[in-house]
């Protein structure tokens, strides 16, 4: 892992482990680490055991604003307000990584409930501090800046001193513990079965291929969630075989460039991943 790592430029952490066992694969597992949009899985999860406890209809319609948009993908570049129900939000959250529709998803579940749930299930390493905009407006606030156009050519050594970069101060987990979420999530353990199946169906149709899926063949089903904000980059999720063999993996990186496309950085997350479901298929 370390040779891995070291050659993609990037300083990495990462936890795999059977779901359906007892081996794991370590590299940093109990560390601290950004979650960036990995913080999705927890509200998704929440958005489905409100639903199937009946505190909340899937179907209910909820606009999204221009308050709500920040000119990203899905929703959050949409030039027009939309209006969605709340499973199409969750989809569009968990797929494409929707900022804007996550924001009103979590307005409706509540991230203080999102965060007791985390408590309940025994995950006292991961928490959320807010929502999308709640993290991209301290980026704002801490460099003093009125709109992102305002940090083109700010220098390196000020974006690393971010809150958003620090796990202390910013939505944050642990490898361990990401993985310890989705192996109840598959097992029907973080809630109501019916709710759980809602969340490995929503988070099989994520539309990213560059990261965790590149390291296994279309044989191999991957659900997942990506995190991307200035150097970090991550992918969270669930690879499953045709013999029936499930393995919960979680790669946290912390490249040294803060350059938007770094390729070998989004490699070696299939690569580190297929290295330690390869070790625990023996």
Request: hydrophobic letters at 40%; aromatic letters at 6%; charged letters at 25%.
């Amino acid at each position: 892992m370390r040779e891995l790592f070291e050659a993609a430029d990037v300083e990495g952490f990462l936890h795999a482990r059977e779901i359906d066992g007892d081996l794991e694969v370590c590299h940093g597992a109990d560390d601290p680490v950004v979650l960036a949009s990995v913080f999705k899985i927890p509200i998704v999860l929440e958005y489905a055991r409100q639903a199937e406890a009946g505190l909340i209809s899937r179907t209910e319609r909820l606009p999204v604003t221009k308050e709500h948009r920040d000119g990203g993908i899905g929703t959050s570049g949409c030039a027009d307000e939309v209006e969605l129900s709340l499973r199409d939000l969750a989809y569009f959250m968990m797929s494409m990584s929707d900022n804007a529709a996550t924001d009103v998803l979590l307005e409706k579940v509540g991230v203080d409930r999102v965060n007791a749930t985390l408590a309940e299930l025994g995950l006292t390493s991961t928490h959320l501090i807010g929502d999308c905009r709640v993290l991209l407006a301290t980026v704002l606030t801490e460099l003093g800046a009125s709109s992102w156009e305002d940090l083109e050519g700010t220098a390196p050594e000020r974006l690393r001193t971010l809150s958003v970069l620090d796990p202390a101060r910013t939505s944050a987990s642990t490898p361990r513990e990401t993985t310890t979420l989705l192996a109840k999530i598959w097992r029907d353990e973080a809630g109501p079965a019916q709710a759980c199946a809602e969340v490995r169906e929503i988070m099989g149709r994520q539309v990213w291929p560059h990261r965790l899926s590149s390291g296994f063949g279309d044989d191999v089903r991957v659900s997942g969630k990506t995190g991307t904000i200035f150097g970090i980059r991550n992918e969270a999720g669930v690879v499953e075989y045709p013999d029936g063999k499930r393995y919960a993996v979680a790669v946290y990186l912390r490249p040294r460039s803060l350059g938007y496309r770094l390729p070998r950085a989004d490699a070696v997350i299939g690569a580190a991943a297929r290295e330690a479901v390869d070790e625990l298929r023996g």
